[in-house]
């Protein structure tokens, strides 16, 4: 091929690459910001229960067994829609199911999950997102995965369905089973 | 780039647009967080400012009207009383929030790109600019031959009678 029209084709390649990079960058949703805080212990907090104002808990109940922590309040539609994923996660899974209600009341929450079903072994009470900054919540639903010693190993946003679960959530619960390692 | 009396009226810009992209959320005005000194109160907004807000992300922390935004800036508040510094805070919300907290990214390797990429192409545009000037510069005069010149000749013969 002569010299000349093998460097005509540099525009095409140019093209051709730069149009790849666009196209990649148009699957990638903005709204998803990486968590600094994976492979970081899980930051400390004492909040009340949902249920009980008076019960007070404290990063210890992620000791000894893998968590999801998920953030939702009762104004979140996504909250809702991820409900029924959640309420089978935790009849059928063995992973102690922690939920972080944010910006929320107590009685528009409780009222929700009374109608919905109840998936949270544990219920944390966040209404002025004072914890919810120390875990980089910025919206609902987001759930992270917290290992037996208390390390986030993952982050979810927004809600959680049975595909989400079977490709990006579960592997990383099998994984950090204490019994399976 | 600081927050410059331009950059207010676009942030002003920014608010109103993002005061609709966001939905009704409970207004709010920078009077409500009060300071002792007025130096701080202006070091406060500088601070918020160069703070994006991660729902509206075209926004900063000064501008947007989220109700994580009003929580972020009330800890920023809240960190300034308690007497920490800027850089302090700055690393306790990228330490949760990852770089993308910060409105104007920091320069380290996996940003030498982002702010050296414009530079990078300025030099590449740059050098085959001179390149094509220097080889044009370098090709030899086009001598004419003698039947062009003679017909050069003819034409300029012609259009001299024209305008007569």
Redesign the interface.
């Known amino acids: 091929m002569p010299k000349s029209s093998s460097r005509a084709l540099i525009p095409l390649g140019l093209f051709i690459g730069l149009a790849a990079l666009l196209f990649y960058g148009l699957r990638l949703d903005p709204s998803e910001i990486p968590s600094p805080l994976i492979d970081k212990p899980a930051p400390s907090f004492e909040l009340q229960t949902l249920h009980d104002p008076n019960r007070l808990v404290t990063q210890d109940i992620f000791m000894g067994r893998v968590s999801l922590v998920n953030v939702w309040a009762s104004w979140c539609p996504s909250c809702r829609q991820e409900h029924a994923e959640l309420m089978r996660i935790a009849r059928e899974i063995d992973v102690q199911v922690v939920g972080l209600n944010w910006k929320d009341s107590r009685p528009e929450a409780r009222q929700m999950l009374r109608q919905y079903g109840d998936p949270y072994a544990i219920n944390l009470y966040d209404p002025d997102n004072r914890s919810g900054i120390h875990w980089g919540v910025y919206g609902a639903p987001e759930t992270f995965v917290v290992d037996g010693t208390g390390i986030i190993r993952h982050k979810r946003i927004g809600p959680i369905d049975r595909t989400v679960w079977e490709t990006e959530i579960r592997p990383v619960v099998e994984q950090y089973r204490p019994d399976q390692s | 780039m600081m927050l410059h009396p331009t950059h207010r009226q676009l942030l002003l810009g920014l608010f109103l647009i993002g005061a609709l992209a966001c939905g009704p959320v409970a207004a709010f005005t920078l009077e409500e967080f009060a300071f002792e000194d007025p130096a701080q109160t202006d070091s406060f907004r500088d601070l918020i400012g160069k703070l994006r807000c991660?729902?509206c992300?075209n926004e900063s922390l000064a501008g947007s009207q989220a109700?994580?935004a009003q929580?972020?800036r009330e800890?920023v508040y809240r960190m300034m009383q308690e007497g920490k510094t800027e850089d302090d805070i700055i690393a306790f919300l990228?330490?949760?929030?990852?770089d993308?907290v910060l409105y104007e990214p920091p320069l380290k390797p996996s940003t030498y790109l982002l702010w050296l990429g414009p530079f990078l192409f300025i030099a590449l545009g740059g050098y085959l600019l001179v390149r094509a000037i220097r080889r044009k510069q370098a090709e030899p005069e086009q001598e004419l031959s003698a039947d062009e010149r003679a017909r050069l000749k003819q034409l300029l013969a012609e259009t001299d009678d024209r305008q007569d």
């Open positions: 991660l729902v992300q109700g994580v929580d972020l800890e990228v330490a949760r929030y990852g993308f």
